[in-house]
């Protein structure tokens, strides 16, 4: 599989990379590749119920540009949002009247973005003044939960919509 060489999520130091003759780079296991062929996971996707005034918010407090956008196939009731080109997030607009998934802590349902230790301790400062500075409604949640599970901390918030979002950082030595 041909990956973009800044895709930096992947642990590289279980990976070998390879630049193939026309510059494209390839990451391989060292291990023997699983017959199955999954490398990773691609994106996550999210129910919103207004697209621009999602990619603005993804853009103001996690720092997601809109990625894809002059594609025809990810334009009009879809709308990727990533880093460097790369697309984290297939947002996606709700039907009139449907109401987001419920990511309440009793469901778990949420997605996870991974940053370095240092950055994540940024985070935790940031974030508060970030929701409120960037609040598109009045019933917008500022709830932030900080979750420490040892060697990997969290921190769970919403988007506008409603959507559960964790940054998270593994404190490994």
Same mark, same amino acid.
């Given at each position: 599989?041909?990956?973009?060489?800044?895709?930096?999520?992947?642990?590289?130091?279980?990976?070998? *990379? +390879?630049? &193939?003759?026309?510059?494209?780079?390839?990451?391989?296991?060292?291990?023997?590749?699983?017959?199955?062929?999954?490398?990773? $996971?691609? +994106?996550?996707? %999210?129910? %919103?119920?207004?697209?621009?005034?999602? $990619?603005?918010? #993804?853009?103001?407090?996690?720092?997601? !540009? +809109?990625?894809? /956008?002059?594609?025809?196939?990810?334009?009009?009731?879809?709308?990727? /949002?990533?880093?460097?080109?790369?697309?984290?997030?297939?947002?996606?607009?709700?039907?009139?009247?449907?109401?987001?998934?419920? &990511? @309440?802590? @009793?469901?778990?349902?949420?997605? /996870?973005?991974?940053?370095?230790?240092?950055? =994540?301790?940024?985070?935790?400062?940031? $974030?508060?003044?970030?929701?409120?500075?960037?609040?598109?409604?009045?019933?917008?949640?500022?709830? *932030?939960?900080?979750? !420490? #599970?040892? *060697?990997?901390?969290?921190?769970? =918030?919403? !988007?506008?919509?409603?959507?559960?979002?964790?940054?998270?950082?593994? =404190?490994?030595?």
């Amino acid at each position: 599989m041909v990956l973009p060489s800044h895709w930096h999520f992947l642990r590289l130091s279980r990976f070998r *990379i +390879h630049t &193939g003759t026309s510059g494209q780079r390839c990451v391989c296991s060292r291990q023997s590749p699983p017959k199955h062929g999954i490398v990773g $996971l691609d +994106h996550a996707a %999210v129910g %919103v119920r207004n697209l621009s005034r999602s $990619l603005s918010w #993804y853009k103001s407090v996690l720092g997601m !540009d +809109h990625v894809l /956008a002059e594609n025809p196939n990810f334009n009009g009731d879809i709308a990727m /949002a990533g880093v460097n080109g790369n697309p984290l997030l297939a947002l996606l607009l709700l039907p009139e009247g449907e109401e987001p998934l419920l &990511g @309440s802590r @009793s469901q778990r349902g949420h997605f /996870a973005l991974r940053t370095d230790p240092a950055t =994540f301790l940024q985070w935790c400062q940031r $974030l508060p003044e970030l929701l409120k500075e960037h609040r598109l409604h009045e019933n917008q949640s500022l709830w *932030i939960q900080e979750d !420490d #599970y040892g *060697i990997q901390k969290s921190i769970f =918030f919403e !988007d506008p919509d409603g959507n559960e979002i964790e940054i998270t950082a593994w =404190f490994v030595e």
